[in-house]
């Protein structure tokens, strides 16, 4: 079975399998297929796939691989009857192109569907090992803008306190991104909705903000759900109130297949202080800042930056790469038997758990969305959608 690797679209400096994995891959069964220069801007050459086994050819001729593994779901005219394949399909938020899937018979794997709490899966888990480097760079992108020191410093001229930074959510994104910066040497406060979370947000060095009326808010997935306008307004209120004084403000709630919510409106803004630095990190889905600008750097009039930078594990090209690369590996591997994918129902990794399992979630199946034309029995809520 040929395996493809495509150079991503423009703006995306990732690739979907480093030569490393191409190793894997072959050793496995796999032929594997690469497009001239697929990994160049995250610095693996053309010649470190060659010298891994691959064969380099032509869009073209990558494209009429059995199977494509990707970042980015294809655009509508190269998807190729028949075709699998693997990527971050996003599909709640991209319906049109499950359909397109449907109407040319694809098998799609969408991994940002995958069951993360099944313990199997956490090697394949592509939303972890991504967020985890964007709470990581999002620390640095604060401390890159901020126009003061962050740890604390002892000097002949005299003390420089230790920066105050605030984490607005603490799932992977948020724990990474608190640990970083007391790494840096700041005080960091930590807020969530998960009233679970505060042991976690303490075991890494945060403070716990914690909100009157606080439950666990968090869905059968291991996401935050939704909440009521009410109790947003009273967390945005009292975070923001932690957060005046702050000198950087990361932000990190993202809601599974819906807009990010606003945490930081626009009157917030007006109460931090002059050199604050705020870094949104959902800016590509619609921005936990009232005021952020996807893909832009802005500076208001009372001098608060708004960093909102969008794709940050594709600022860290190689390293989120090489985890990108091993998730989908482990993946691609796990259902490749006797030189075929074989797609079993008994694998809950790609149809979800069975009903009676505790990880079992209604309306939604694994990391299988559609197959010969079919959307997946399980995905429901997806169908719904469609």
Known sequence: MLLGILLEPDGENRVAIVPNSVKKLIKSGFNVIFEKGAGINANYSDAEYSASGAKLGSRTEVLASDILITINMLENDELRHGLVLACIADPFRHPEKVNSSLDNKITLFSMDMIPRRLSRAQSMDVNSSQDNLSGYKAVLLGAAHVSRGIPMM?????????????????????????????????????????????????????????????????????????????????????????????????????????????????????????????VDMNADVGGNCEITQAGKIITTDNGVVVVGTSNLPGTLANTASMLYSNNLTNFITSIFKDGEIIISEEDDILVGAPEESEFHIPGMGGVLICQNGNMHSKQSRLGGIL
């Open 154 to 278: 002892t000097t002949s001229a005299g003390t420089i306190r230790p920066a105050k930074i605030v984490i607005m959510g603490s799932g992977v994104a948020g724990l990474q991104a608190i640990a970083t910066a007391k790494r840096l040497g700041a005080v960091v406060y930590a807020s969530d909705v998960r009233k679970s979370a505060a042991e976690q947000i303490e075991s890494v060095g945060g403070r716990f903000i914690e909100v009157d009326g606080m439950d666990d808010f968090e869905d059968e997935s291991g996401y935050a759900k939704p909440l009521t306008p009410e109790f947003i307004q009273k967390v945005n209120d009292k975070v923001c109130d932690v957060a005046s004084d702050a000198d950087i403000i990361i932000t990190t709630a993202r809601i599974f297949g819906r807009p990010a919510p606003i945490t930081i409106p626009e009157s917030a803004i007006s109460k931090f202080k002059s050199g604050a630095v705020v």
